[in-house]
Every structure is written in C-alpha cells, then in structure tokens.
C-alpha cells in the first residue's frame, strides 16, 4: 500500500452530512463505505489551519473505472481538501 502525501482542492456532496459523492484530481467519485470522521487525535491538519470538533473525514472512493482509493479529507478555510489517499 502507498500513502502519497498530496494538497488538492476536492468537491463533496453530502447526504445528512455525511460524504456521499467527490470530484477530486478531474475525477468523479463514489464513495463506498461507511465514512469515518477524524478529529484532530487521528491525524494532524497542514500548519496554520485551525479547527474545532469534526477534522474530517476518512472513506472508501471508487471512480467510474472501478478504480478504488481511501481518502482523507478535511475542510479548510477555502473548501475540501484531500489529505491523503491510499490505493
């Protein structure tokens, strides 16, 4: 397994606010597991951002070629950001 660090803007949708669907790296993606929220004791949010409660969000995310990665998210002061994506 591979843990790329990366810094990308990414768009959520959410369903009772919980994640539902993303586009992220030009691509549309589905999630497709039960999302985990992290806080910040999971995992620590870039230099500079603060935040309080809910860090973000760690699922399951499968594009329109099957193709599946786990990602971590969090929201930042300019929107969503993936933080790290598994494959």
Do not use: C
């Amino acid at each position: 397994m591979s843990t790329p660090t990366v810094e990308r803007t990414a768009t959520l949708w959410m369903v009772n606010d919980i994640p539902a669907r993303m586009i992220y790296a030009g691509r549309r993606w589905r999630v497709t597991d039960t999302p985990t929220r992290l806080r910040h004791s999971t995992w620590s949010v870039p230099l500079g951002e603060h935040h309080h409660g809910l860090y973000g969000w760690r699922f399951q995310g499968t594009d329109e070629e099957g193709v599946s990665f786990v990602f971590d998210v969090y929201k930042g002061e300019d929107g969503w950001h993936v933080h790290r994506a598994y494959d």
